[in-house]
């Protein structure tokens, strides 16, 4: 397109790292405030040659562009769908204004940084810069302090505001880590080390139809027994209807989990579920790629659960598609020590960082990992967001866990509830999960059973985000579920943008861990399972000489709605409340529904509507 060379051009003359001093006469104003965070004390103070990696992010003029790109190749009704752009041509519509750069910069040069100090993202959008704690803060007219979490001991080292320049506050958009008190953890409920899991295999061919289980109202699709009380690749295969089909392992197609928080996926561990659930698979394996000195050790004894489960499943079902483990460094709660002198508690930045500078990022990514929405600031889950939107245009399929804590903290009693606002308003408020709340994304609830129900062990992380409005695909399906509630249900205790926006499988999952076999359940065994689905679906689509699916809710919401398997029963409870009920349709539990892959595999294998409209004015021209 003319458009995206004529852009890369234009912005060629930022690249270069101006020299000018910064001016002297703009008095430094507050860029951003936040109250004291409920639940943290300051805990002392962190010494000043601690030193701390600040990101700078420079503001997306042309964002909204890149919006209307990724809606447009994203959407099987258009008849741009498919036509990802490439890596170069997102760069160009995030890249900062030549204005905003030469701002930065200047500022910068005013602390005696040189070029060969900063790291800048292909696009230019970010700087990263490590600096000791007395350089930030005089930077940011700040004063940082260690804070410790009174219920947990975490500790973070944060301030509450800091300040730029008032010349600066339009050329930068946010800096951290300094407002973001987020405890990022996995979406992990339980985990039981079971001693006599042998029993617990598939059911042997000769057990009778008659006591297979009917999955609902999915026409002639039945169940083994077993998988009322152990998921397993072969449950999962039926469940969602995808016995029989065989994916290629065409290099063309790719899938990858993220970890984090030092979980290690181990290749033994992988190899006996391998041998227990997919004997075809033995001996094959993942790339593993390190992402900012991350790690991903061997030893048994450091085999980590959410990375075993992950990996097991989603490349479990999606064998012998190329599939890749992420494994980003640094473990949250930082404790600021002689030891560990650089802060690293925001993982997942470094990820997105690294996997936006790739050529060919995997096609579908599953990531089960997420923070409480109000601890991390807006500015920042915005830009974190935008980063989504950027893979998404590109065609990755991004998937995220919806969380376990159902609207809020998993608490129905009004008397010991949690969900306390952030804001010092100290209100009851329904907390939903970030980055699951992301519109970029897809978010998976879970489900349990069959027939399925939303899972009830632990609920369905659900609800409505507080920081993004409701994306237009979701119009129709969100305003028909709220329409269904009594007037003044939870009446401030929500907005209108919904999650998840599908559901799977969440509990019972039998993974391989240390050399013996265990029951997991959360929905980060949900998203990987979705995930390994979505991956089927992109093989068959190369089959059929498409391209991959990229951004999937826009297809979802529309065309892929009868590929869906509906789940009327069940609640997520939270926050001194019942929570949302599943229904008809979408709802804030479930989503969706789960995905029946042979309904998914006709939606997205038959020419797209904008394809049909192509092909019928051939004929009428012929």
């Known amino acids: 397109m003319r458009v995206f060379s004529e852009l890369v051009a234009s912005l060629l003359l930022a690249t270069s790292f101006s020299l000018a001093a910064p001016s002297k006469e703009c008095a430094y104003e507050t860029k951003e405030e936040v109250p004291p965070p409920r639940g943290w ?98 930077m940011l007219d700040t004063t940082y302090n260690i804070w410790k979490h009174t219920s947990s001991g975490d500790e973070l080292v944060r301030t509450t505001s800091y300040s730029l320049p008032s010349s600066l506050h339009e050329h930068v958009e946010v800096i951290q880590p300094t407002t973001m008190f987020g405890r990022f953890k996995p979406d992990k409920s339980t985990i039981s080390i079971l001693e006599d899991l042998a029993d617990l295999v598939d059911l ?52 990858g989990i993220t970890g984090y928080l030092e979980e290690f996926a181990n290749i033994q561990d992988l190899q006996s579920f391998f041998a227990d659930q997919r004997p075809d698979a033995l001996t094959s394996s993942f790339t593993f790629e390190s992402v ?54 925001e993982p997942y930045t470094d990820w997105l960082d690294f996997i936006l500078a790739q050529d ?16 991390v600031p807006q500015s920042f889950a915005n830009r974190v967001c935008a980063g989504f939107a950027q893979l998404g245009a590109r065609g990755v399929s991004l998937m995220f866990s919806s969380g376990d804590g159902g609207v809020g903290d998993g608490d129905a009693n009004p008397a010991t509830q949690q969900c306390i606002t952030n804001d010092g308003r100290n209100v009851t408020r329904f907390v939903p999960n970030f980055p699951a709340a992301c519109p970029f994304v897809t978010s998976v609830g879970g489900t349990t059973n069959v027939p399925e129900v939303a899972v009830s062990r632990f609920f369905s992380g659900g609800g409505f985000s507080d920081y993004f409005k409701r994306p237009r695909y ?52 949900s998203s990987p399972t979705f995930a390994g689905f979505v991956a089927l679906l992109n093989d068959a689509r190369f089959k059929a000489h498409k391209p991959p699916l990229g951004f999937l809710n826009p297809l979802i919401y529309s065309a892929g709605l009868p590929g869906f398997n509906d789940i009327t029963i069940g609640h ?3 926050c001194g409340t019942p929570g949302f009920n599943a229904s008809q349709g979408w709802d804030p539990v479930t989503g969706l529904g789960t995905p029946n892959f042979l309904k998914l595999k006709g939606i997205v294998t038959a020419p797209s509507i904008s394809e049909k409209i192509f092909e019928d004015g051939k004929k009428r021209k012929n």
């Open 360 to 375: 060919k990022p995997p096609l579908t990514i599953s990531t089960s990992y997420g923070d409480d929405e109000q601890t």
């Open 41 to 138: 004390v300051k805990h002392g103070k962190p010494s000043s040659d601690h030193r701390i990696s600040l990101r700078i992010g420079l503001p997306q003029p042309n964002f909204h562009i890149l919006e209307q790109h990724l809606y447009e190749v994203s959407d099987p009704a258009h008849e741009r769908y498919g036509h990802h752009l490439s890596k170069e041509e997102v760069e160009a519509l995030v890249a900062p204004h030549p204005d905003s750069l030469s701002a930065v910069n200047n500022w910068l040069t005013g602390f005696d940084f040189k070029e060969e100090d900063l790291v800048r993202s292909p696009a230019k959008d970010w700087i990263t810069i490590k600096v000791p704690m007395s350089m930030a803060e005089k």
């Open 474 to 525: 979701q119009e129709i399906a969100v305003k028909k579920y709220l329409s269904t509630l009594p007037k003044g249900t939870y009446a401030g205790l929500f907005n209108p943008y919904g999650i998840p926006d599908v559901a799977a499988q969440s509990d019972h999952f039998r993974i391989w861990l240390r050399g013996k076999p265990a029951s997991i359940g959360g929905t980060s065994a």
């Open 572 to 574: 997520n409870a939270g």
């Open 292 to 345: 900012a000195g991350g790690l991903n050790s061997q030893n048994l004894s450091q085999a980590g659960g959410e990375a075993n489960l992950d990996v097991q499943f989603a490349f479990g079902l999606s064998h012998p598609i190329p599939a890749t483990f992420f494994s980003t460094a640094g473990r949250p709660p930082f404790t600021p020590d002689e030891r560990t002198p650089t802060d690293t508690n």
């Open 204 to 255: 042997p061919d000769s057990a009778s139809k008659a006591s297979r289980i009917a999955v609902g109202d999915v026409s002639g699709v039945t169940v083994d027994p077993i998988c009322n009380t152990t998921i397993t690749i072969s449950c999962l295969q039926q469940l969602y209807n995808a016995v029989g089909y065989i994916p290629s392992a065409d290099s063309n197609n790719s899938i």
